[in-house]
């Protein structure tokens, strides 16, 4: 598979998980925690489905486009691993990751404490959405609703 491809199917089940938990979100008290700001693609996308929900959003830094820039109260800049333990006890709805980094080595580091940080940052029943795999005994992991591959997004539900 291309490149391309793959980048195509993991944003079609990126979509499509998403698309599936927000209406179940909607119904849970909670804040919602971007990790990764990116181009603002998601942000944006999320801020449509739960319309007047809190979105606190995480990057290094700013590289969004200007219609998908976060209220500065709900922009935190830095390392995310350093960053989001501020917000432990948040009891978040729903947590997405999307920074993964398509190599191996880099992502398998990130993996070492970013399963422990969602489980800590989500409330029990809320929803964790990532690029990358969570593995961790609180982050239950579910069937992403989609037709694509089953690794190209994951979906969880903290318990
Ligand atoms: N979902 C976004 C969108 O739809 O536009 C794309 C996110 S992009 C793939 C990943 C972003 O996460 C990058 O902007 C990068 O700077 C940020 N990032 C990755 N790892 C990070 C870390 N450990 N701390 C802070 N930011 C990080």
């Known amino acids: 598979m291309s490149r ?5 199917s993991r944003m079609t089940a990126q979509r499509d998980i998403l698309n599936q938990i927000c209406p179940e979100v909607a119904k849970m008290e909670g804040p919602v925690l971007e990790l990764g700001l990116g181009n603002g693609r998601t942000f944006h996308h999320l801020r449509e ?11 290094r830094e700013v590289g969004a486009h200007a219609s998908s820039i976060p209220d ?5 800049l830095g390392e995310i691993r350093e960053t989001a333990r501020e917000f432990i006890g948040i009891d978040a709805a729903l947590v997405h990751a999307d920074i993964g980094t398509g190599y191996d080595d880099r992502d398998a580091v990130t993996a070492t404490w970013l399963p422990d940080l969602i489980a800590r940052l989500l409330r029990v029943g ?6 990358t795999p969570l593995d961790h005994p609180l ?3 579910l069937p992403p609703p989609t037709s694509e591959p089953a690794d190209r997004y994951f979906l969880c539900r903290r318990v």
């Open 4 to 8: 391309l491809d793959n980048f195509i």
């Open 49 to 59: 489905r739960l319309p007047g929900r809190r979105i606190v959003v995480f990057d």
């Open 72 to 76: 500065t109260e709900n922009l935190v």
């Open 126 to 131: 809320g929803f964790a959405v990532s690029g």
């Open 139 to 141: 982050l239950q992991r």
